[in-house]
């Protein structure tokens, strides 16, 4: 499979084959996500570049593009759109002056807590998904949506998208894990350089381990949040998304197929 040709820290894969309701499964080529597009090689990009992409969501800072631009797809339509904004709607700043800065008063506990409230539990209504599902529902894909890592926006974009086309949390949440498989070398390597205080502080592990790659609880963090603010996550999509019932059903017609037997 030409995906497997891409290495695989890059956590460059597609939602094609993933079950959802009704004996269901997405199709294949028409969901993408991965890692920062400017880290991949000429080979990788090439690769991608025959895929057909005819939408790319940078989910990332204006810092980080700035730090690592994207390449150019061609035929593809670029839209650089933040996941990480405020409640006003403006982006948040990842840049190592203004974390510095917003965390310097703070313990490592707070820390840890007030980025996991601020990132997963504001996440499900970032503007950027929205965009997404406008040029998903207009019918302009395959679609590649990316962060930095491809795992914390990436993952909350790829689990939005499976809740619409019906895939129940189990699901969502499984795929969301599958970052570890992808990044586990980076991982390990992350981990092996902190031995030494894991040795002496062995619940940092998990907390260390979102670093590089991702947490189950922070996914669930994310889907919580969404079902305090909506009473189920059809009113979610409906108010968020303008998705009803019928234009749900029309996407589920659009990018879900039987799974063969």
Do not use: W
Not at 30 to 58: C, K, M, P, Q
């Amino acid at each position: 499979m030409v995906l497997s040709r891409i290495r695989k820290e890059m956590n460059f894969r597609e939602l094609g084959g993933i079950p959802v309701s009704g004996g269901r499964v997405v199709r294949h080529g028409i969901f993408y996500r991965t890692g920062a597009l400017g880290l991949l090689n000429e080979e990788e990009l090439e690769l991608v570049r025959s895929l057909g992409i005819r939408s790319v969501f940078d989910l990332r800072s204006d810092y980080e593009r700035r730090f690592t631009p994207d390449p150019q797809l061609p035929g593809a339509a670029y839209h650089p759109v933040s996941a990480l904004t405020d409640s006003s709607g403006k982006e948040i700043d990842l840049s190592p002056e203004a974390i510095k800065e917003s965390t310097k008063h703070a313990s490592h506990a707070e820390n840890a807590s007030n980025f996991l409230e601020m990132m997963y539990g504001g996440l499900p209504f970032a503007g950027a998904y929205q965009r997404m599902f406008e040029e998903i529902e207009a019918g302009n894909v395959p679609v590649l949506f990316h962060c930095s890592a491809g795992k914390d926006r990436t993952g909350i974009g790829a689990a939005l998208i499976l809740l619409a086309l019906g895939a129940d949390e189990a699901t969502v949440l499984d795929d969301y894990m599958k970052t570890n498989e992808y990044r586990m070398a980076v991982i390990e390597r992350f981990l092996e350089e902190r031995k030494e205080i894991i040795d002496l502080h062995p619940e940092f592990r998990e907390l260390l381990t979102g670093y590089e790659g991702v947490n189950r609880s922070s996914a669930e963090y994310a889907l919580k949040s969404i079902l305090r603010a909506y009473p189920s996550y059809d009113a979610y999509f409906e108010a968020q998304f303008g998705l009803d019932r019928e234009r749900r059903e029309r996407l589920r017609e659009l990018y879900t197929e039987t799974m063969e037997v």
